[in-house]
């Protein structure tokens, strides 16, 4: 596997807080995707960015409707291309060793395609075509998306905002389970 | 004062560092605090030295950093050797519900190790050591009657022969208060143990329990139905096209559902209709549960009879009619169940409930009507009677030996009698262990068989007569069969309560663990080879407390007729520790 010591500092395997293990099988997985643009040595912090395409197609990823989402919420430049740390941002935040809140928090994120801070009416049909593949009819999604904000919005602005999207994700008994990928 | 202000300043620093996880940064900006903070930690923490206990303080950090450096060590080693996970890994592409099911499996393989260990290492192997050797004593040699046929086969299959005088069972061992050199104190050992295996079991379940409904939030609310579904049903997990698929249409379907009854719930017709036909499908459940607690009831007495009268003279079937009748009873009765529900007309998830509670009183019913069976052939009088026969036979045959050295009045010559030519008393606690661990034996034999032929002979048939069928073989009837999650879920619990007979077999334990190591392979196999993804995917994991519940009570209820015995019935006084 390498010697750990010749790819990263000590100061920075220290940072990032996961164990040794998963951290150094995050890297490889990283560099598997393009053997050609990572390199093996990072201790000078090289600038390396991998598209989109490549996160897409790594088969965690590729059959979940909101591989877009995820990797647009998790990359530096917002539109998808992951440096090494947005990468193990997003493994580490999507492992089970994640604290809830902090779950929460990104998956308000992943869920709020226009970046406008709140989840409002098209976010939340856009979610539910997205999980439905389109089929359920227009009037069936209308009254979805409407009893959702009935549920969830609790300061009544037509729009769920980050704390009305905590205050519901945090009772559900699913979430930590399925909000989780494993690699 | 400022070297109070400094210490406060690096101590918030330091929390920082250990907080820094779960902030909502980007891995930049943390990567730079954590930086900072470092730097400003090591600067002043060699300053703050300075005066009284300077190299006490420096010692304490160096050893924080020692055990820090430890604990992350120790967690890459743990995390290295948790057995399995490679495989479970592999499993969890087919979504988390499967998964969670050998989640479950490793960690009841794990309780079983840990009683496998106390009875193995604290009451088998002392009796095998330091006790008295096969053949020294009566009790631990087959009678003469049977030496012809103790290695044949099929008594040893039975678990009679010389593995029913072995230490296999309680009636091996020897009720000498200390043995060998070591003064080892065997019966109460033996009590010991068995006390210690069914409060570990319960310690844990609860415990697993207590951390359970921490973590969890409440569980049936029905306030954030919908919003709950949209966030909340897609499974991270899914890595696979397939199982992608099946939960696509499953949550359609799921939505449509909910949509449906949201409309329904305006409008209710028909609820007497609705409450007569749910009335008359738990009546035919309770017929149904009766029906199969009496079959049990005739076919124990049954093969007691069959015993008596010799087990030679009887077909294969009739040897092992109760086995069979009570796994093919397991098999049958939950499809009659799931036919009788069709009636009910309740939401999938409160049908689902209903249909585990109904297996789960079947299993209960069977086992229970099992050992009362059982109970009824140790009935005390007979029991009674029979000893003081035996005791007098003995007294008698003891005569006839000494009647020829009366003679000889003061040097009673030892009179050496071969320890199988002894008559033998009857000893119910060995039969009682080897009712079990046929029963277990049994049970596992049918699950791998409706595996292998259930699973894996349906794909086969499916997939290799599909090109020369009337009908699409795989879209149509009988199509590739499904994980059933609940199902086995529920059998693994009744398996565990099966165990706590341990006390009159002390190999139980070991059974079972040999039996999960092979269920481990075997089901994966299967998972991965013939089983498609469920339709309906419903979560069924040892994080719900739903399950956690069933098996505590299985637990107890389990306990109680080893209790019920061993304060009620006296021990025999021919067989065993006490």
Redesign the interface.
């Known amino acids: 596997m390498g010697n750990k010591q010749t790819i990263f500092t000590a100061q920075q395997l220290d940072a990032y807080q996961v164990s040794d293990h998963v951290y150094s099988i995050l890297f490889y997985r990283y560099r598997d995707l393009a053997p050609q643009l990572v390199p093996l040595d990072y201790t000078n912090n090289p600038d390396v960015k991998l598209p989109y395409e490549l996160i897409g197609s790594m088969p965690e990823l590729k059959d979940n409707p909101f591989r877009q989402r995820i990797a647009e919420v998790f990359s530096e430049d917002g539109e998808g291309n992951m440096t090494l740390n947005d990468f193990l941002d997003m493994f580490s935040v999507l492992s089970e060793m994640a604290p809830r809140d902090l779950k929460a928090y990104y998956a308000f994120k992943i869920y709020d395609f226009n970046n406008d801070d709140f989840i409002c009416k098209s976010d939340l049909e856009k979610t539910l075509n997205k999980l439905t593949r389109n089929e359920l009819t227009e009037e069936e999604v209308r009254m979805v998306c409407e009893k959702v904000l009935d549920e969830a919005d609790l300061d009544n602005d037509g729009r769920l905002s980050l704390d009305d999207f905590q205050h519901m994700i945090l009772r559900a008994p699913e979430f930590l389970s399925t909000f989780h990928i494993r690699i | 004062e400022e070297l109070e202000k400094l210490k406060e300043a690096v101590e918030d620093r330091k929390k920082l560092i250990q907080g820094?996880?779960?902030?909502?940064w980007?891995?930049?900006q943390?990567?730079v605090t954590?930086?900072e903070s470092?730097e400003f930690v090591e600067k002043y923490e060699g300053a703050l030295g300075k005066g009284k206990g300077r190299k006490f303080y420096a010692y304490k950090v160096m050893m924080t950093k020692k055990w820090m450096k430890f604990q992350?060590d120790f967690?890459?080693f743990k995390?290295?050797c948790i057995p399995w996970e490679m495989k479970i890994?592999e499993i969890?592409h087919f979504g988390?519900s499967v998964a969670s099911y050998f989640l479950f499996l490793r960690w009841m393989y794990g309780i079983n190790m840990i009683l496998f260990g106390l009875t193995f290492g604290l009451v088998m192997v002392p009796e095998a050591l330091m006790g008295r050797p096969y053949g020294s004593i009566p009790r631990k040699t087959v009678p003469r009657a049977e030496e012809g046929s103790a290695m044949d086969f099929a008594v040893l299959w039975d678990f009679g022969g010389y593995a029913q005088y072995s230490v296999l069972f309680y009636g091996f061992y020897n009720n000498q208060r200390a043995i060998g050199w070591l003064k080892y104190r065997l019966p109460l050992s033996y009590f010991l143990v068995g006390v210690g295996t069914v409060a570990y079991s319960y310690m844990v379940v609860i415990r697993r329990m207590a951390r359970n409904a921490n973590?969890?939030?409440?569980?049936d609310?029905n306030?954030?139905?919908?919003?709950?579904k949209?966030?909340?049903?897609?499974?991270?997990?899914?890595?696979?096209?397939e199982?992608?698929d099946n939960k696509?249409a499953s949550?359609?379907t799921s939505?449509?559902e909910?949509?449906l009854e949201?409309q329904e719930s305006r409008k209710d017709d028909n609820i007497h209709l609705t409450r007569f036909l749910r009335v008359l499908a738990n009546f035919l459940v309770l017929c149904c549960l009766a029906g199969s607690g009496y079959l049990i009831y005739f076919v124990v007495r049954r093969s007691q009879k069959f015993t008596l009268d010799g087990l030679e003279n009887h077909s294969w079937w009739e040897r092992n009619e109760v086995n069979m009748v009570m796994s093919l009873l397991g098999m049958f009765c939950p499809m009659l169940f799931d036919v009788i529900s069709a009636l009910e007309n309740y939401h999938p998830r409160v049908a689902l409930q209903w249909q585990l509670g109904r297996i789960f009183a079947l299993f209960l019913g069977n086992l229970y009507t099992f050992i009362i069976a059982l109970m009824d052939e140790i009935n005390v009088k007979s029991q009674r009677e029979e000893e003081k026969i035996v005791k007098y036979n003995i007294t008698m045959w003891e005569g006839s030996l000494y009647n020829g050295t009366l003679s000889e009045n003061n040097t009673a010559a030892p009179i050496t009698v071969h320890p199988a030519d002894v008559p033998r008393g009857p000893c119910w606690e060995t039969m009682v262990g080897q009712e079990f661990v046929r029963l277990i034996i049994s049970d596992t034999m049918t699950t791998y068989i409706t595996l292998l032929i259930g699973d894996f002979l349906r794909a086969v048939l499916v997939r290799f007569l599909n090109y020369c069928w009337c009908w699409d073989l795989e879209a149509g009837f009988p199509s590739y069969s499904e994980f059933d999650v609940s199902g086995n879920v529920l059998g693994l619990i009744f398996n565990q309560g099966m165990i706590m007979g341990a006390f009159y077999a002390p190999c139980l334990p070991a059974l079972n663990v040999l039996r999960l190591h092979v269920s481990m392979y075997l089901q994966c196999w299967a998972v991965m080879c013939c089983n498609v993804p469920q339709e309906r995917v419903f979560?069924a994991?040892g994080?719900n407390n739903f399950y956690m519940a069933m098996l505590l009570v299985i637990l107890f209820l389990s306990t109680l007729p080893a209790i019920y015995t061993i304060v009620s019935i006296p021990p025999s006084f021919d067989c065993g520790p006490f």
């Open positions: 820094l996880r779960g902030k909502p980007p891995m930049k943390k990567l954590l930086r470092q992350r967690e890459n995390t290295a890994k969890e988390s973590e969890g939030g409440v569980g609310d306030s954030f139905n919908f919003s709950w949209m966030f909340t049903s897609w499974d991270y997990l899914i890595g696979n096209p199982t992608a696509f949550i359609t939505f449509k909910a949509i949201e979560k994991s994080s």
